[in-house]
């Protein structure tokens, strides 16, 4: 198996509480695996430490064969390793096209001008990714008066940006209408078939967890210490 990451003995102490200890397991390339586990279990954390928001106590990190040991997060996102949150992180205010440009401006460290705006070459591209995502129709929409359902898929368009190899999304159907989960996982599970991108995420929709995980990862409670092993 092509290792995407590889996690060994990973764990993590905060003021003396042991959140994570010994967590290890691999993720080859394409396909998607989930994480599971009852609120405080340490999903959150876990990704926290993948993408370099926090700094493990123990162990070790490889992303395709990389020791990520002093690798910043934003260097993470440009080596291929994107992260979408449990809560959206778009500009409530712009538009979804103007959102995407702003990513895209991002990803080629361009500045953004307060007078002009986006570059039109990146407003232009910005609606290829808008497609990609089903919400072309709302390209000139603002952001906060888009639904629930639309903001993720919004979101998931300005990680997409940043062509990530591996994915990690957080709850990516938290606060959804049945109908916007559907569309949603629809969307994502196509996404890692069609393109080959690797996909690890939590989520507390069973349903979904089974209905199109490749692998399960469980929370388990070991003297007390949370860890996580295949189901």
């Keep these: 198996m092509t290792q995407v990451i590889a996690v060994e003995g990973l764990g993590v102490t905060f003021a003396g509480f042991r959140a994570l200890s ?10 998607i695996t989930s994480v599971i586990g009852p609120n405080g279990a340490g999903k959150t954390t876990l990704f926290n430490l993948i993408t ?15 020791d990520l040991r002093g690798v910043s997060a934003a260097s993470r996102v440009r080596g291929g390793m994107v992260r979408s949150f449990q809560r959206t992180n778009v500009f409530r205010e712009m538009t979804a096209r103007d959102n995407v ?10 500045y953004w001008n307060p007078l002009t705006g986006p570059l039109a070459l990146e407003r232009e591209e ?18 906060s008066e888009m639904s629930h359902g639309d903001q993720k ?21 938290a606060g959804m209408s049945s109908e916007e989960t559907r569309r949603v996982i629809g969307l994502i599970e196509n996404l ?40």
């Design 22 to 31: 010994e967590v290890s397991f691999a993720i080859g390339m394409s396909g």
């Design 52 to 66: 370099g928001l926090n700094r493990p106590t123990t162990g070790t990190i490889r992303f395709e064969g990389r």
């Design 101 to 110: 440009a702003c990513a895209l401006m991002a990803v080629r460290r361009r």
């Design 126 to 143: 910005a609606d290829g990714w808008l497609a990609k995502v089903g919400l072309s129709k709302f390209a000139e929409t603002t952001a």
């Design 153 to 173: 898929l919004l979101d998931l368009a300005l990680a997409l940006v940043y062509t990530p190899r591996l994915l990690l999304l957080d709850e990516p159907t």
């Design 192 to 231: 890692v078939r069609n393109d080959g991108l690797t996909l690890f995420f939590t989520e507390h929709d069973m349903e979904v967890v089974f209905g199109i995980s490749d692998r399960i990862l469980g929370h388990k409670l070991i003297n007390g210490i949370p860890k996580f092993s295949e189901q």
